[in-house]
């Protein structure tokens, strides 16, 4: 081979390779860049705070409030229909950051009237209302107070005179509230009990929502939606008012009372 061909042939092959060491190495490095950015954005996914919003389970089974309360009505009520609320208003939340991380009664304390957090208003009340509802009800036979008791009971008779009154103006704001809602039990700022309703899912705890009046932590809560008695007393709100009596866990009003006034 003459020399001019050698010289030409080695430097074609030197060429050669550190084009393709170059070429090699670079496909490492984009797979690393790509790597690491597909880890970043996995790792702000994984930091933004999620709804975590979940349905309570019940404290006896579904048949222990017969007769008052069918079974039926408490698969639906407590299956479907409260269900519903916890997943609906873990899905809005996913719209509405600003409310994400708060807990239920600071969520309900924020909300706004709105037409933008009218879900999170709705669903965000329900999940309240019904966690709050299913606490306060149980079986007769395991009942321990039949009635309130102690500084509730002293409450009780300062604000309305005595139990039987109480229970009169409950269910009278019951059956005055036209269409679904709610009739309340609350304590108010200065720790004085007060009885008011509600439409739909709203509480007293919604301040951006409800008259100052109104407003307060509820410690009872009376479901006057029909799915809450419709299949068991039809359109006899004022009979399902009548039974639902029976169920009230004074002890745990007795509980909530407590924590409210501090």
């Given at each position: 081979?003459?020399?001019?061909?050698?010289?030409?042939?080695?430097?074609?092959?030197?060429?050669?390779?550190?084009?393709?060491?170059?070429?090699?190495?670079?496909?490492?490095?984009?797979?690393?860049?790509?790597?690491?950015?597909?880890?970043?954005?996995?790792?702000?996914?994984?930091?933004?705070?999620?709804?975590?919003?979940?349905?309570?389970?019940?404290?006896?089974?579904?048949?222990?409030?017969?007769?008052?309360?069918?079974?039926?009505?408490?698969?639906?009520?407590?299956?479907?229909?409260?269900?519903?609320?916890?997943?609906?208003?873990?899905?809005?939340?996913?719209?509405?950051?600003?409310?994400?991380?708060?807990?239920?009664?600071?969520?309900?304390?924020?909300?706004?009237?709105?037409?933008?957090?009218?879900?999170?208003?709705?669903?965000?009340?329900?999940?309240?209302?019904?966690?709050?509802?299913?606490?306060?009800?149980?079986?007769?036979?395991?009942?321990?107070?039949?009635?309130?008791?102690?500084?509730?009971?002293?409450?009780?008779?300062?604000?309305?005179?005595?139990?039987?009154?109480?229970?009169?103006?409950?269910?009278?704001?019951?059956?005055?509230?036209?269409?679904?809602?709610?009739a309340w039990l609350s304590v108010d700022k200065n720790k004085k009990l007060f009885v008011s309703a509600t439409?739909?899912?709203?509480?007293?705890?919604?301040?951006?929502?409800?008259?100052?009046?109104?407003?307060?932590?509820?410690?009872?809560?009376?479901?006057?939606?029909?799915?809450?008695?419709?299949?068991?007393?039809?359109?006899?709100?004022?009979?399902?008012?009548?039974?639902?009596?029976?169920?009230?866990?004074?002890?745990?009003?007795?509980?909530?009372?407590?924590?409210?006034?501090?």
């Amino acid at each position: 081979m003459k020399r001019k061909d050698f010289i030409k042939n080695t430097a074609l092959l030197a060429g050669s390779i550190v084009v393709g060491a170059g070429a090699t190495g670079c496909r490492p490095s984009q797979q690393a860049v790509k790597k690491d950015n597909l880890n970043a954005n996995v790792s702000k996914v994984e930091d933004k705070p999620k709804p975590a919003f979940v349905l309570p389970a019940l404290e006896y089974p579904v048949d222990a409030l017969v007769p008052y309360i069918d079974k039926q009505t408490m698969e639906i009520h407590h299956g479907k229909h409260h269900a519903a609320y916890v997943a609906n208003l873990n899905k809005a939340l996913e719209a509405n950051a600003g409310l994400l991380g708060k807990n239920l009664t600071d969520l309900c304390a924020a909300v706004g009237a709105g037409a933008d957090q009218s879900a999170i208003r709705n669903n965000g009340g329900g999940h309240y209302n019904h966690s709050l509802f299913w606490t306060i009800l149980a079986n007769p036979n395991t009942i321990e107070q039949k009635i309130p008791t102690g500084k509730l009971l002293s409450a009780i008779n300062e604000a309305f005179s005595s139990v039987e009154n109480l229970q009169k103006l409950l269910k009278d704001a019951a059956l005055s509230q036209f269409g679904s809602g709610w009739a309340w039990l609350s304590v108010d700022k200065n720790k004085k009990l007060f009885v008011s309703a509600t439409a739909n899912q709203d509480n007293p705890l919604m301040k951006n929502i409800i008259a100052a009046d109104k407003q307060g932590t509820p410690i009872l809560g009376i479901d006057v939606w029909e799915h809450a008695y419709y299949l068991n007393y039809q359109n006899k709100r004022k009979d399902y008012l009548e039974a639902i009596f029976n169920l009230i866990k004074w002890e745990q009003v007795d509980k909530l009372f407590a924590a409210a006034i501090g």
